[in-house]
């Protein structure tokens, strides 16, 4: 029971645009962007794991920070999705994993993925920490349940949604207006 969870120095987007990222499902690593990743480590930082069993998660929960903006979430090994939720909440559940560190003392790297709401809140930071994991009945455990609760970062603009406007829209055309003058819309 020494494994953990950490987050695996992973540089956040900054300001980054989430139109680009809408699909509502089939998330691929072409149309989601990568907004966190971590290591799960069998025997935790000092690799004292004293078992012969490598540490397999099945299960995590993540606590989500303006969860709101997010039409889908998925967590890849390497480029395959493994595991995807289309109805994202302020405590989203991912099962059927199957992601090992081996033993004794390996790491196994997972990605989080996200796609973006039509209408998001400008300046959103997400941020997604982790609150419960389960294993396999056949593995190392957790030193805790939220396998030390690893989040990803916002500090200064990271993983913060920016929008950008491209037009203008007024409800009502103005009719009185010269070339090369200021317009006053009502």
């Known amino acids: 029971t020494e ?12 300001d980054f645009d989430y139109k680009s990222y809408n699909a509502s499902s089939g998330l691929n690593v072409s149309n989601s962007l990568q907004v966190g990743e971590f290591i799960i480590r069998d025997g935790g930082s000092d690799n004292s794991d004293v078992d012969i069993l490598s540490t397999i998660l099945t299960g995590i929960t993540f606590s989500i920070s303006n969860n709101d903006n997010i039409a889908a979430l ?19 559940s991912f099962s059927g994993l199957n992601l090992e560190a081996s033993d004794p003392g390996g790491t196994k790297v997972f990605k989080l993925y996200a796609t973006f ?13 982790v609150s419960n994991t389960t294993t396999s009945g056949s593995s190392s455990a957790f030193a805790s349940s939220d396998a030390g609760g690893a989040s990803t970062s916002i500090s200064g603009d ?29």
């Open 3 to 14: 494994s953990d969870v950490v987050e695996n120095g992973f540089t956040e987007p900054v």
């Open 74 to 92: 998925a967590i890849f090994d390497g480029t395959t999705n493994v595991a995807e939720v289309t109805s994202v909440t302020t405590s989203t």
């Open 117 to 129: 709401k039509s209408a998001v809140t400008d300046n959103d930071q997400l941020r997604f920490t």
């Open 158 to 186: 990271d993983n913060r949604i920016k929008v950008t406007a491209d037009r203008l829209e007024f409800t009502q055309q103005p009719t009185n207006v010269c070339t090369s003058s200021d317009i006053s819309p009502d």
